[in-house]
């Protein structure tokens, strides 16, 4: 009997470390109102099955005293039990038309796509605001929505700029072939958030998360620039050419 009552919640613990991985087990318990002891024993269940590794975060800070802790990630093994969008089919047939029409059909494909999501959460980033910040927080949660367990995650202080995190990809076999579909995502995204934004990682790729950087604020060095140079050309006057008075 608890083995069928474990898999409820085995699952939820595989679900938030594919979206917020990496991640520690103290950072799972707490979200989950679960005990250490309980989150160990799903910890080490879905290292046993191959759904889960360790990975060190990005940035662990200063570290005190003792062991650090041990911080989880989804394997590529994990992101394939999820729905894969016909992985195979697409392909194939991706591979056709780059056969028979070139890569600039592929490209265009690819494009197609990028727009078609710019569509569907434009509604939802511009209800958010102007603010590149809550545009991005929208539009995670729209992904999420959509199954790719998105999340976002601050970079330094979160001042200046986010990431935008995406832990799930349901085209990720078929992008790994085809990267004009991650581009085309990429450029999707910066026409959404309003902002010129950056793609570092992807699951394609063989990332263990798609991170997008997302500039939110103007360094202040430029920002400052920006306002002299247009208090300079507030300030002069339009020169007068012969014959005008």
Known sequence: MRQIDDEPTRAKVLDLIVERGPVSAAQLA???TLTPAAVRRHITA????????????????????????????????????????????AN?????????????????????????????????VEAAGKDPSDRAKALADALTLDGYAASIRDVGDGSFAVQLCQGHCPVREVAGQFTALCDAETQAFARLLGVPVQRLATLAGGAHVCTTHVPIAMPALRKRAVRAAA???????????????
């Open 30 to 32: 707490k979200v989950l």
């Open 231 to 245: 208090s300079d050309t507030r300030g002069r006057r339009p020169q007068r050419t012969e014959g005008t008075r």
């Open 46 to 89: 879905l290292e046993d099955s191959g759904d889960i590794q360790v990975r060190a975060p990005a940035a662990l800070g200063k570290r005190g005293r003792g062991r650090p802790a041990r911080h989880y990630v989804a394997t590529p093994g994990a992101h394939t039990s999820f729905a894969e969008g016909y992985s195979d089919i």
């Open 92 to 124: 194939r047939a991706l591979s056709y038309l780059e056969q028979v029409a070139g890569q600039k059909a592929v490209d265009s494909f690819a494009a197609v796509r990028g727009r078609d999501l710019e569509r569907r959460y434009m509604p939802v």
